[in-house]
């Protein structure tokens, strides 16, 4: 089973973080952060890790990715979320964007492919599915551990929406709305619980 801890940091002070909740390179990482939104995703994500993964080293692949030995996780955040994908037992990549305005087309040609501007032209809700697109092209790339060293242009999903296919393992999608949060997770493993964590973590 997948496990995804969903937590908000709306309500997090900035003055009241207890760094010393985390281990070292966090803290530095956090030091090292200018914009105070970001540096409360941070603490957010090394409490997830620290809480819903413990005893564990965690470590970095070739491409930046983290991973620990014995249990497959990944990270994402987008304002006021923080989510932590979490498997025993099959590779996991996760994305939440909030979905907001912006210039659909243009901005999709530079990641998504012919068939893919079209769907978008032709859509009824067009935001809906630009980020549709968007957050599974990023939760793939971060499930096979390759990040945006992957070509993305090269990836159709109106040729197969539910699910894509690499070296015969199938990477399948489940999506979750949140307000005008969408939350994407990708992995073989399709049973995928959804979990939100409480503010008292964070205090």
Not at 16 to 44: D, F, G, H, T, V
Not at 149 to 173: A, C, Q, R
Request: net charge neutral; charged share 30%; with cysteine.
């Amino acid at each position: 089973m997948v496990k995804v801890y969903i937590a908000s940091i709306e309500n997090i002070s900035i003055n009241k973080l207890k760094l010393n909740k985390l281990p070292k390179y966090r803290r530095e990482k956090i030091a090292r952060i200018r914009s105070e939104e970001a540096k409360l995703q941070s603490y957010a994500a090394g409490l997830l890790i620290d809480n819903y993964i413990s005893n564990k080293e965690i470590k970095i692949n070739e491409f930046g990715k983290p991973y620990a030995d014995g249990v497959f996780f990944n990270l994402a955040h987008s304002g006021n979320l923080v989510i932590l994908a979490v498997s025993d037992k099959a590779q996991v990549g996760c994305d939440v964007e909030r979905l907001r305005d912006e210039n659909f087309l243009r901005l999709g040609r530079v990641v998504y492919t012919d068939n893919e501007i079209e769907a978008l032209k032709s859509s009824d809700d067009m935001k809906r599915r630009f980020f549709e697109f968007w957050t599974k092209k990023e939760a793939y790339i971060k499930a096979i551990g390759e990040g945006f060293h992957f070509p993305v242009k090269s990836l159709d999903l109106t040729v197969s929406p539910d699910f894509v296919e690499k070296n015969g393992v199938k990477y399948h999608f489940v999506d979750y709305m949140l307000g005008d949060y969408g939350i994407m997770i990708c992995s073989p493993d399709i049973d995928v619980e959804f979990i939100h964590v409480n503010n008292a973590l964070f205090v």
